[in-house]
């Protein structure tokens, strides 16, 4: 089975310039997230889908950071416009509802964004 | 609120060594408790699971137990090998899952 795929997987972007990080879940996972990782602040949610419905966006982050579930098997994170703290890695995970995996996070290898 | 917390920032070892990682957690009810390892250019990825009271998980020689009598689930291994080097997470949930602020492992030969 294919795992969560990211693209790419590394971006610089210039200072207020628009990106777009992409997303495509394990298939049949209902729950899909998007995470910020950093050293000092370590795992933060940005944004929580379930069924494609946004159940949860990290309050820090609404100004300029959006993500959307287009469809079951694609999510974007749009970041705009772009700071140089937004630098990071970007984790997208999914889960499944039900069974004995429930919960269990699974995620893809991250994008890693330099902005300048 | 719900919360993780784990003690050790980094911790640096020898080859051989015994680990363990201290994670108490603060929850309602019975979550389910997670340890999870992320290797350097790697997202993280489950190492292993427990949701009841005494309920052991064990995955790749490294082992924890759901203690909710002193809320933790500390991970230990015996003997620690160059490869285990990573960061390891703790978590919970639900509601949704918490993360501890993971613990940088670094052994060497």
């Known amino acids: 089975d294919a795992g969560v795929t990211q693209t790419p997987r590394h971006e610089v972007a210039e200072k207020g310039q628009t990106i777009i990080l992409k997303c495509e879940p394990v298939s049949g996972h209902n729950d899909l997230f998007w995470y910020r990782q950093t050293k000092i602040q370590g795992l933060e949610l940005l944004s929580y889908?379930?069924?494609?419905?946004?159940?949860?966006d990290g309050g820090a982050f609404k100004d300029r950071f959006k993500a959307e579930m287009l469809n079951s098997s694609f999510s974007t994170l749009k970041i705009q416009p772009t700071e140089p703290k937004d630098s990071a890695v970007y984790l997208c995970a999914s889960s499944v509802l039900g069974g004995s995996s429930q919960n269990t996070l699974y995620f893809g290898a991250g994008t890693r964004l330099s902005v300048l | 609120g719900d919360s993780v917390t784990q003690t050790e920032g980094q911790v640096a070892l020898s080859e051989e060594d015994f680990l363990t990682i201290h994670c108490n957690y603060s929850a309602s009810g019975y979550p389910t408790l997670f340890w999870y390892v992320q290797y350097p250019g790697e997202g993280p990825q489950l190492l292993f699971r427990?949701?009841?009271?005494?309920e052991k998980g064990s995955s790749r020689g490294f082992e924890a137990t759901y203690d909710k009598g002193t809320t933790s689930f500390h991970l230990r291994k015996a003997s620690v090998q160059e490869s285990d080097s990573a960061v390891y997470y703790c978590a919970l949930t639900p509601p949704r899952i918490f993360f501890g602020d993971g613990t940088q492992l670094v052994v060497k030969p």
């Open positions: 889908f379930r069924s494609k419905s946004l159940m949860e």
């Open positions: 427990a949701s009841r009271d005494k």
